[in-house]
């Protein structure tokens, strides 16, 4: 089955930890996402890759950090610099930003302080 | 700046009636406006994406209308069920906003038996 799929679903961090959230796709999208909800804060964009080896800074990048060095894997790590990460992080992807942008999302990663 | 507006209440409704979802937003030409449905600790899932020159999109039960004048999208479910219980997000893509989707809040919709 094609899709996203995105671990671990739960995950704790220690204070001064970096943690790293993973994101795979086997949609063969080129663009991908990686977003923060908060109870009623809606969807936050943290960063975005359209291609390969890039990727820009979204709304919310401070604390945060990723790569992207293959088509289907865009890792995000959550740094001990993030004072506040305690919430649920979606990843998507897109088959690229240039066209309708509509996104395909995995299952989300809920990250908690211990 | 860019805003969307989306209910805030949520939208109870009894099951078979029609569930009338709003999107407004301001300070923004897009040149596509999407919707989205989440349910609890999930992703959100893509339903309908309407452009700008379209005025109404239709999918089975699901309508969605788009007035660039008034800068207003509705989302119709008709016949609605207990299923279609979750939260119903709006987004709006302009390959100018150096092509992010701008998103609203979503509002929650509970069709009840």
Known sequence: ?114 | SQKIEQNSEALNIQEGKTATLTCNYTNYSPAYLQWYRQDPGRGPVFLLLIRENEKEKRKERLKVTFDTTLKQSLFHITASQPADSATYLCALYNAGNNRKLIWGLGTSLAVNP
């Open chain 1, 1 to 114: 089955d094609g899709g996203i799929t995105q671990s671990p679903k739960y995950l704790f961090r220690k204070e001064g930890q970096n943690v790293t959230l993973s994101c795979e796709q086997n949609l063969n999208h080129d663009a991908m996402y990686w977003y923060r909800q908060d109870p009623g804060q809606g969807l936050r964009l943290i960063y975005y890759s359209q291609i390969v080896n890039d990727f820009q800074k979204g709304d919310i990048a401070e604390g945060y950090s990723v790569s992207r060095e293959k088509k289907e894997s865009f890792p995000l790590t959550v740094t001990s610099a993030q004072k506040n990460p305690t919430a649920f992080y979606l990843c998507a992807s897109s088959i690229g930003s240039g066209t309708k942008n509509i996104q395909y999302f995995g299952a989300g990663t809920r990250l908690s302080v211990l």
